[in-house]
């Protein structure tokens, strides 16, 4: 019989101007939490707010952590508090990977934070570096680092071809968020 702890963990990264990058990290989250994998999420740039994500994890009793103010974050509104917020963040998600108490770790919106400038490649790859074999991490964001995208072990890029949000039509609540 397999058992968990004989799987090797991979690095995954989701990236991308295509939307679905959580939604696939969340879809990592469920046949993990139903394999009766560990699994913990850190969330950069993303408040309490009302958000599907949020309370699904909850139902499925997941343990995560939220480092950002609410609302949607531009680079027209990025703030000193932003770039504490994802220090925080990263600071908490090195605690959480060196622990050894998680199977997966999705670390959503932190290819964000290092967009932004609020953290650095070297972080990022620190990071990896602490990874116990045996834990797998998902990385979400819009862009990806060349260096983190060569540690990785897969890397799916998200492209947009066509949206509603193009056509004016905003994000609807328990589909897009």
């Known amino acids: ?96 990977i060196s622990s050894d108490k998680w199977d997966l770790v999705v670390l959503d919106e932190i290819n964000n934070a290092l967009y932004y400038g609020f953290i650095e490649t070297e972080d990022i790859l620190r990071l990896l570096s602490i990874k116990p074999a045996r834990t797998s991490l998902v990385l979400t964001g819009k862009t990806v680092d060349k260096e983190v995208a060569e540690k990785a072990d897969l890397v799916d890029k998200f492209r947009k071809l066509k949206h509603p949000y193009d056509q004016g039509i905003l994000a609807r609540a328990g589909i897009d968020y």
């Open 1 to 96: 019989m397999f058992k968990v702890s004989d799987q090797p963990g991979f690095v995954q990264v989701f990236y991308g101007d295509g939307r679905g990058k959580t939604s696939a990290a969340m879809g990592e989250i469920v046949r993990a939490v139903s394999a009766g994998l560990r699994v913990g999420v850190v969330f950069f740039m993303k408040g309490e707010r009302r958000n599907a994500e949020y309370s699904s994890l909850k139902a499925l009793g997941v343990e995560y952590a939220v480092f950002g103010r609410s609302g949607f974050l531009s680079g027209a509104d990025a703030r000193a508090e932003d770039a504490r917020l994802c220090r925080q963040a990263l600071t908490f998600a090195a605690g959480q």
